[in-house]
């Protein structure tokens, strides 16, 4: 299989470390401004999205540029997706033109490990259906640690529709492999028991205030109606026994921050004054989007 | 037809009790006797010593997608395959296109059999109307025409207030019912196993609750209208104990298990891998142990392929787009002996009845028997033979299948239909 990145399950905990550290020195720190580098000069980048997206496709983009790499976004809406390619026909024909690496985003889990068994070039796993999203867990793990001196003894609380997230799961992978104490929260149908056996350190419950309590990190995810296929919690009282009020706040430790990787739904998972509040850490964890992608890219191109 | 005599096997026949050395002679296309030293005079001499000589397996579950997905397989390709994994009658379920639900069709697949294939092709007709499950088939019609069973494999029949005329209907005829035992509002959407495996990979779960259900109402359903009742692959830990309990209450019900159910679990999936995507899917550890456990103690009648065959492309697709089902023929016997004999589970016999008397039993077949006067169908099989499972010499037209490379001890060596040797191990 060629040197990817394809989750962050596989991943070993030095090299998300080593992942971690180089992206610390692409992060726009205190009056410093960010010159273009010519780290991946010459390098050819193909963002493939078969799955609209706003803040990765643009993240990714942007790290590329800064590192010198010619980046091209394809979306499958207006592609030759759309007069009805097939997945495997789409990547050869991209392959063929030898690009560097192809960052892809897709809605059905294993997409881009599938084309990895197939294809040559390097693919960066970009969000892959309800499976992982190891970009975002990196930059997760970027901005904790810019409030923490370390994620060893950490304890985290991710809450929401776990069964269906991808930036769950690659969180609690890379959580789990720093020895973070890691709760998830969420309805019954939306956080089946084997979610525990899926990495050491990880508990459940169906009680926000539980998994709150002693909370060192609270990490929102979105609710992901577009992947339910049925009503599996009843959408009218979500927000009243999983969305994360101003109330919560006082069962976590004191300096806990919230997190959420976007885009939020004010009222349904998060309140408002939370979301806009001292404690939200969401804008930077789309600044650190960038810088970890950017050290991402360099690893698998560099 | 000439004379062929097979000579100095170890002949199992587990519907005369037969296992002992002997010699078989077939004339005119039957059995003409079976004892030692037979006189060769004429005939052909096949010498079998150190092989078991069987009467020719039964595969009552096969999907061969003639007519409409001959882009996949044909009669001709399909039995070829089904020959060469010892097999000399293969039961064609109905999801063709047509749907075999009217005896044209059925006419039609027994007229094409009867021009390409080299194995025998019994056809299964559909329980309702394009096996929507709303209205039934022409079940008499069909039966009359040749169909053995009625099945809407693929589908379930989810309306219980149908499948009850179907079994009413079905009994009156004579033939047993088939079901695909799955839940569809339990199972929507789903693409493996609901269990840890699916899980961790972010895919979407079939319970073993979707097969439960069925196999439960079912029974209830079969016991109200007298019915004679099958389970098609069955693969959870209670869908086997239903099996058993209805069993032990005297009901005619019947069941059959797979090759991939009993060598495959769900987390043994490579994962996104389409070959390990089919229905039921790979079950967990447990479930695996019961079907075997069901097998070594009578509750499971039959092993049955679900050859499903389906072209390359429509597998070579994001693993959630993929079709479901692997082809099974040649590998059927090797993961038998593997799983259910060399492991010390079951006799050989008994894994022989699994091919042959049991199927021919449910389906009320006049083979599965090496008896003086049937027909000369037979299997000769080497328990011992070290052979490697290459994809590319695949006589199927479709190539999915989990066990390519695998090496397997014991396989088939000839198979023998109506007297012809159609396959032998080259």
Redesign the interface.
């Known amino acids: 299989m060629p040197a990817g990145l394809l989750g962050i399950e596989e991943l070993s905990r030095g090299e998300i470390e080593a992942i971690l550290a180089r992206a610390r020195d692409f992060q726009p720190l205190g009056n410093h401004t960010f010159k273009r580098l010519d780290l991946l000069k010459g390098k050819m980048i193909v963002n493939l999205f078969y799955e609209a997206s706003t803040r990765t496709r643009t993240s990714f983009e942007i790290a590329a540029k800064r590192l010198g790499a010619d980046a091209i976004s394809i979306t499958a809406a207006g592609s030759s997706v759309s007069k009805g390619e097939?997945?495997?026909d789409t990547l050869n024909t991209l392959a063929a033109m030898r690009p560097d690496a192809i960052v892809m985003r897709?809605s059905?889990?294993?997409?881009p490990?599938?084309l990895a068994?197939?294809l040559p070039t390097p693919i960066i796993n970009a969000g892959?259906?309800?499976?992982?999203h190891p970009t975002q867990a990196l930059l997760d793990a970027r901005t904790i640690l810019d409030h923490r001196p370390s994620l060893e003894g950490l304890r985290v609380a991710i809450i929401g529709d776990i069964?269906h997230s991808?930036v769950a799961?690659s969180n609690i992978h890379l959580l789990s492999k720093f020895g973070v104490d890691i709760v998830l929260c969420g309805p019954a149908p939306l956080l089946?028991p084997?979610?525990a056996?899926?990495a050491p350190g990880v508990t459940l419950t169906h009680n926000i205030g539980e998994a709150i309590r002693g909370a060192d990190v609270i990490m929102m995810l979105r609710v992901q109606l577009e992947r339910q296929?049925?009503a599996a919690f009843p959408a009218g009282e979500y927000f009243q026994f999983y969305g994360l009020r101003l109330e919560h706040l006082e069962l976590a430790k004191p300096g806990a921050i919230v997190m959420h990787p976007g885009p939020i739904n004010r009222g349904r998972e998060i309140a408002s004054e939370v979301a806009d509040s001292q404690v939200s850490v969401i804008l930077n964890q789309v600044e650190n989007g960038v810088a970890v992608r950017m050290a991402v890219l360099e690893r698998v191109l560099g | 037809m000439a004379k062929l005599l097979i000579r100095n096997g170890r002949v199992i026949d587990p519907a005369s009790g037969r296992d002992e050395t002997a010699d078989v002679l077939i004339d005119q296309g039957r059995i003409a006797a079976v004892g030692r030293n037979l006189p060769a005079g004429q005939a052909e001499v096949l010498d079998a010593a150190g092989l078991v000589v069987a009467p020719g397996f039964i595969d009552m579950h096969a999907h061969l997608r003639e007519p409409g997905f001959e882009h996949a397989e044909t009669i001709e390709t399909g039995c070829r395959a089904a020959a060469a994994g010892g097999f000399t009658s293969v039961c064609a379920m109905p999801n063709t296109s047509p749907v075999n639900d009217n005896p044209t069709v059925t006419r039609y697949i027994i007229e094409r059999a009867s021009r390409h294939a080299c194995v025998n092709v019994f056809p299964i007709g559909a329980i309702t109307a394009g096996s929507q499950g709303e209205t039934l088939a022409e079940i008499g019609s069909m039966k009359n025409a040749g169909a053995v069973a009625v099945s809407d494999d693929g589908k379930p029949v989810m309306n219980a207030r149908v499948m009850r005329r179907a079994l009413e209907t079905a009994r009156a005829f004579d033939l047993p019912v088939i079901q695909h035992c799955e839940d569809l509002n339990l199972s929507a959407g789903g693409d493996m196993h609901e269990g840890y495996t699916s899980v961790r990979l972010g895919l979407r779960g079939i319970p073993a609750c979707a097969e439960d259900v069925i196999v439960a109402r079912d029974l209830l359903l079969a016991e109200h209208a007298g019915a004679r009742y099958h389970v098609a692959h069955i693969s959870t830990r209670r869908s086997v104990e239903m099996v058993a309990q209805a069993k032990a209450k005297g009901l005619p019900v019947t069941c059959e298990a797979t090759p991939h159910h009993i060598s495959l679990a769900d987390e043994d999936m490579v994962p996104y891998d389409s070959n390990y995507k089919m229905k039921p899917p790979l079950r967990s550890r447990e479930d695996v142990a019961a079907v075997i456990e069901g097998i070594a103690s009578g509750v499971v009648d039959a092993i049955a392929t679900d050859h499903a065959p389906h072209a390359g492309s429509e597998k070579m697709q994001e693993f959630e787009r993929c079709p479901f089902g692997i082809i099974g023929f040649e590998t059927a016997l090797g993961l038998a002996l593997e799983v259910l004999y060399h492991s010390g589970k079951i006799s050989l016999p008994r894994l022989v009845a699994l091919f042959t008397s049991g199927p021919a039993r449910i389906l009320k077949l006049d083979r599965g028997t090496l008896a003086p006067g049937a027909p000369a169908d037979v299997t000769i099989f080497d328990p011992e033979l070290v052979w490697t499972y290459d994809l590319n010499n695949t006589f199927s037209k479709s190539r999915n299948s989990p066990y390519h490379g695998r090496r397997f001890r014991g396989g088939p060596v000839a198979t023998i239909v109506d007297g012809e040797i159609v396959w032998k191990r080259e």
């Open positions: 097939s997945l495997v897709h059905a889990s294993g997409a490990h599938f068994r197939h892959d259906g309800t499976h992982e069964v991808r799961r089946p084997e979610m056996r899926i296929h049925e």
